[in-house]
């Protein structure tokens, strides 16, 4: 069986990263997070994953609790969302420019990035793996891609991984399939890595939560999706987190979260007859309304 091929998060370059995930799709970096963001997530998430109800179909898992709007609960997905081993190599693959005529004008665009979606993922004892899939299906994206991707994905260890306890099951080399092949569960490989580790991926490789066969052992994981700014965002940020809320990050983080229009201008507010980038209405914002936003998370 083929493994992931391993980066370590301490002296792997962007072009590391980006050469293994344009060969095999998907990459563990190891040492991904720092041991103090490690603690803070756990610390943030995990009393709030603990309440939270199993899914009740195969596919969200029957045994499996799921978490979103990170943003709202933990101020550690900012340096996750801006690791440099990360947002630069999603641009890699998401912000492709596209030549248009505008007129006379011949123009070259490029869409930006977006956070997608955010979970963390806590894979239970007795879960059965999950159905093999692609996460770019929601943008009913044609495959092969061409190089041109809709997303790049994060899946970060807040525990261990093993293939006993229901570590991601990925298919190296599968994001260069046609949409006529299909997956099998004999072609996957577990992801095996500490906590702190990180597998990142593709939106066209075929994966899924792999079964937990222990006794007593939780696999919990916490992810985010970085996707191209001309698809739809699969969370919708807009109703999970309060303008409040996002106002409380840096500039960077509040574009990443969907308050910008970008160059190819998706995403407009029309405020006193102007179409005007969101980015602006948070500026306006009574910045002593959302002085205590947070003020307890880390």
Known sequence: MVELSRLSGLTATQEDVIAVLERDGGVIIEDFLSSEDLA?????????????????????????????????????????A???????????????????????????????????????IQIGPGQAAQPLHRDDTAFMWRHPTGGREGRVQIMCAATDFSAENGGTLVIPGSHV???????????????????????IFLGSTYHAGG??????????????????????????????????????????????????????????????????????????LDRAAIKGVGANRH
């Open 211 to 284: 079964a937990n066969r222990t006794q007593s052992e939780y696999r919990t994981a916490v992810g985010m999706a970085l996707d191209a700014a001309n698809v739809r965002q699969e969370e919708n940020m807009y109703l999970s987190l309060t303008p409040e809320e996002v106002a409380s990050y840096p500039e960077q983080i509040q574009r990443l979260l969907g308050w910008s229009a970008g160059d190819n201008h998706m995403g407009w507010v029309e405020v006193d007859g102007q179409m005007i980038d969101p980015i602006q209405l948070l500026g306006n």
């Open 82 to 120: 801006t690791h440099p081993l990360y947002l630069p190599v999603a641009e890699h693959f998401l912000c492709r420019p596209r030549d248009v005529w505008v007129g006379d004008n011949r123009l070259s665009l490029t869409a930006g990035v977006r956070i997608g979606v955010t979970q963390a």
């Open 177 to 199: 399939w046609d949409d006529d092949r299909k997956p099998d569960l004999s072609e996957a490989c577990p992801t095996v890595m500490k906590a702190g580790s990180a597998l």
């Open 40 to 80: 803070g997530i756990k610390a943030d998430l995990f009393p709030l994953i603990e309440q939270q109800a199993a899914g009740r179909d195969n596919f969200s898992g029957s045994h499996t609790r799921r978490l979103s709007r990170l943003f709202a609960h933990t101020r550690r997905l900012a340096k996750m």
